[in-house]
């Protein structure tokens, strides 16, 4: 077999792959989860009780009509269930609110998620479900420092899946990047591979919502290696989309005060927080 032919018959066998993998959910789903990962940016912007309504009346449009769509409903219902909740979870992160109830949905979305991949072949999973659960995981793992070290692998392991899923996946990549920044180097963390996941998530990006995170990536990143003016370009970058002001002008204040957004996001994680003895779970242990 000449080196060409070897080529174009492997570039036949990843096509075949992803074409198989967009077929695993339905477009209605696959349609309804693009769709928000651009809204989810616009609602940033709104005060909290507007947006908690807002997600919350599309969540129950969206899984009312779920049924008439679906190709694998169960795996449809746990990645729609788990990106609205992760809007909701990052609203409720900054306004007051029952945490105990907030950490008791995470880990009820976690355990159906892994339970949903894991009844099933690995070619049967879309790359939303594993970026999505490895996102309700992180929120898990945050609870706690013992957490962190139990669930951080895992979280790792959903990206790395989706990514492989679907080679074309910027949010994938910037989920993985994230991992990685906070990650140690011993662990397969590090900024150098952060940035490497950053640089190949702007290359595939495409979905106005998944550049407003790589923008955000990126900006911050350099932020974080003396690199100001490349940090101000991508968060102008960021501005151009129109798509808020909300988040971008917390940003732009965090880096006034010399603190990157990665650092006020790690402040506010809740790793460490302090939990009375009722509410530990075995993980947190």
């Known amino acids: 077999m000449t080196k060409r032919l070897f080529f174009l018959?492997?570039?036949?066998?990843?096509?075949?792959?992803f074409i198989f993998a967009e077929n695993i959910i339905s477009d209605f789903?696959?349609?309804?989860?693009?769709?928000?990962?651009?809204?989810?940016?616009?609602?940033k912007s709104e005060d909290h009780d507007v947006a908690y309504k807002k997600i919350d009346e599309l969540k129950k449009q969206t899984l009312a009509?779920?049924?008439?769509y679906a190709k694998d409903f169960e795996q449809e219902q746990c990645l729609l269930e788990s990106l609205y909740f992760a809007e909701y979870y990052?609203?409720?992160?900054?306004?007051?609110?029952?945490?105990?109830?907030?950490r008791a949905e995470v880990k009820r979305l976690m355990k159906n998620n892994f339970a949903c991949i894991n009844a099933r072949n690995k070619n049967d999973v879309c790359d939303w479900?594993?970026?999505?659960?490895?996102?309700?995981?992180?929120?898990?793992?945050t609870r706690s420092l013992a957490a962190t070290f139990l669930y951080g692998m895992k979280v790792r392991d959903c990206y790395e899946k989706a990514a492989e899923v679907n080679p074309e996946r910027a949010s994938a990549y910037v989920s993985m990047g994230n991992w990685c920044f906070y990650a140690?180097?011993?662990?397969?963390?590090?900024?150098?591979?952060?940035?490497?996941?950053?640089?190949?998530?702007?290359?595939?990006?495409?979905?106005?919502?998944?550049?407003?995170?790589?923008?955000?990536?990126?900006?911050?990143l350099n932020f974080?290696?003396?690199?100001?003016?490349?940090?101000?370009?991508?968060?102008?970058?960021?501005?151009?989309l129109g798509l808020g002001r909300k988040d971008l002008d917390l940003i732009a204040k965090c880096n006034k005060k010399g603190i990157?957004?990665?650092?006020?996001?790690?402040?506010?994680?809740?790793?460490?927080?302090?939990?009375?003895?009722?509410?530990?779970?075995?993980?947190d242990k």
Request: net charge negative; charged share 30%; hydrophobic share 35%.
């Open 260 to 283: 990157s957004y990665f650092e006020y996001l790690r402040n506010r994680s809740g790793v460490d927080e302090e939990m009375s003895e009722d509410e530990k779970d075995e993980d």
């Open 129 to 141: 479900l594993y970026l999505l659960t490895g996102d309700v995981t992180a929120y898990y793992m």
């Open 90 to 102: 990052e609203h409720a992160l900054n306004a007051d609110g029952n945490q105990k109830e907030l």
């Open 65 to 68: 009509e779920l049924p008439n």
């Open 9 to 17: 018959s492997i570039f036949f066998f990843l096509s075949c792959a």
């Open 29 to 43: 789903t696959r349609q309804k989860v693009e769709e928000f990962v651009t809204y989810r940016v616009t609602l």
């Open 184 to 220: 140690p180097a011993f662990f397969g963390g590090g900024k150098a591979r952060a940035q490497k996941n950053f640089d190949i998530a702007e290359k595939c990006v495409v979905i106005p919502g998944e550049k407003y995170l790589v923008y955000i990536a990126q900006s911050q």
């Open 224 to 240: 974080e290696n003396k690199k100001t003016a490349v940090a101000n370009e991508y968060l102008e970058k960021a501005i151009a």
